[in-house]
């Protein structure tokens, strides 16, 4: 058995066509390389690929080369021509005298122009994962001592690369659609989990919030949010943005008070390589990262006053300058802010520029705190209640009595967050199906640390605690005394004596 040693032009050709076909993104645009390649180093006087359209059932001429080859648009059915057979069984095939050949198509007019000289045709599958997805042609001057064998295994390394390049392709595009979709997905998510109308709360104050943010949103306009921490500036924002002609844009936060001094300034503008001891690369900062869509500055009172100075300045002239750098980026971001100070009160400190402030405050919304809107901590409790029972698994639905009485007695200095917190908690402790004041946490029920509940004797705290059992029961059965009895596991003689010893009227809740 004879060996023969590779032909050197054949490797240097094989190295070319996997290096172009390894390099590209654009499998499409490589391709017609191959076939040049083919061209100039082995004489080939047109060439095709052809790959499978799964969605079409057919194929289609992905490139080809010489004087009237066929376009990209040209399509052969599976089967058809030698080039079909080829896809269709997945064999080789060498044709060493075309016009000898009736399944020669000669849809490239490669036998016509060359004035019916001979020639060889070979054509190999193109297999990607043990499947044949498209087929390699060429064309050949006919010569009676050519070696077949060597140039079809030629060709087939040839096919196997771009079967190769193939394959990663459809990894690529796979991956591509799916990030697409996930992103489109995400989006959509986004949009429908910050959409304004997902803000709990009916009150009138809030109701002046919703009528803001709609007047807002579909502007450029920078808007600053004021009001205590935990009353929802953030969600606030983000329902801004995602109500917006920008929402397929990105949002992106910073919050000023949580970054030194010192890395505030890169955070903002983004910086050069050199223009500090670590600065090895260029690094985008957030106002471009934001480039067409929102910037959200949280507690923006927080900023010193040099870098008030290059706000104003972004604000004003609608351009950066990366620390390092003297060349201005244009940037196009909608900034809204938001702070728990009193800007106003800083302003006259001189700790806050005046002019700052009246660039921010072009648009101001405020947020009331949870105790000027007492309507909807029921709403927001179980909101909260119905979250937290999902993620935690555990079968809570609802809030008692004496629970919504502490809530709405207490005075909430942490705001909506303090309140979530709570529920959160309650709904971990909790054993039943409903949240008590037992449940909720020592600070709203001791009287020295909120200021909200008066001392109660043992007597009477069990008297209460038993009222509040009866009301939920009747509440439950709807007035009906038997019913409330058996939800309390007790006879409807001792609900009778409850009812009156406490004062409850069971037909209130028919």
């Known amino acids: 058995m004879s060996s023969r040693a590779p032909d050197p032009q054949h490797l240097s050709d094989l190295l070319e066509i996997s290096q172009t076909l390894g390099t590209s993104l654009n499998l499409r645009a490589a391709l017609p390389r191959v076939l040049a390649v083919l061209e100039e180093n082995h004489g080939a006087l047109s060439g095709i690929i052809v ?15 010489g004087a009237g080859a066929p376009t990209t648009r040209t399509r052969y059915r599976i089967g058809e021509g030698i080039t079909g057979r080829v896809v269709q069984s997945g064999r080789p095939v060498v044709v060493p005298r075309v016009s000898r050949e009736p399944l020669f198509l000669d849809r490239t007019k490669v036998f016509q122009r060359s004035g019916r000289n001979e020639l060889s045709y070979i054509c190999v599958p193109i297999k990607a994962e043990r499947r044949t997805v498209g087929a390699l042609g060429a064309a050949l001057p006919y010569s009676r001592d050519r070696g077949y064998e060597q140039e079809m295994q030629f060709f087939g390394v040839v096919a196997s690369i771009i079967g190769q390049a193939v394959r990663v392709h459809h990894l ?12 489109r997905m995400l989006r959509r998510e986004l949009t429908e989990r910050y959409d304004i109308r997902n803000i709990v709360g009916g009150s009138r104050a809030m ?72 600065a090895r690369s260029q690094k985008k900062g957030r106002f471009e990262l934001a480039h067409r869509g929102t910037l959200f500055l949280d507690e923006v009172g927080e900023l010193s006053p040099a870098i008030q100075i290059k706000l104003l300045r972004v604000l004003q002239e609608k351009e950066i300058e990366r620390l390092g750098s003297v060349d201005s980026i244009e940037i196009d971001v909608r900034v809204v802010a938001a702070t728990n100070k009193d800007l106003e009160e800083a302003v006259r400190r001189g700790t806050f520029r005046e002019d700052l402030y009246y660039r921010l405050n072009v648009f101001g919304i405020y947020l009331p705190p949870l105790r000027e809107r007492k309507t909807d901590i029921p709403l927001l409790a179980d909101h909260f209640v119905e979250k937290y029972a999902a993620d935690q698994g555990k079968d809570v639905r609802r809030i008692a009595t004496s629970a919504i009485d502490l809530l709405m007695s207490y005075h909430w200095p942490g705001n909506v967050r303090e309140l979530e917190n709570c529920i959160e908690r309650a709904v971990l402790v909790c054993e039943g199906g409903a949240i008590h004041a037992h449940h909720l946490p020592p600070s709203l029920q001791t009287a020295e640390v909120s200021g909200t509940l008066p001392r109660q004797s043992l007597k009477d705290a069990l008297a209460a605690h038993e009222r509040d059992l009866v009301l939920d029961a009747l509440k439950s059965a709807r007035g009906n005394r038997a019913r409330a009895a058996r939800l309390l596991h007790t006879t409807e003689r001792i609900i009778g004596y409850a009812v009156r010893k406490h004062g409850i009227d069971p037909s209130r809740f028919r």
């Open 51 to 65: 790959l499978k359209d799964d969605e079409a059932g057919d194929l289609a001429v992905e490139a080809a080369s």
């Open 172 to 183: 690529v595009e796979a991956e591509r659609k799916r990030l697409l979709d996930e992103n």
């Open 207 to 278: 109701q002046q919030v919703y009528e803001q943010v709609a007047q807002a949103a579909p502007s450029s306009t920078t808007v600053l949010l004021r009001g205590e921490s935990g009353t929802g500036k953030e969600l606030v924002a983000h329902a801004l943005h995602y109500s917006s002609p920008r929402a397929k844009k990105p949002f992106v936060k910073v919050s000023c008070a949580a970054l030194p001094e010192t890395l505030i300034e890169s955070e903002l503008f983004g910086y050069e390589p050199g223009a500090f001891t670590d």
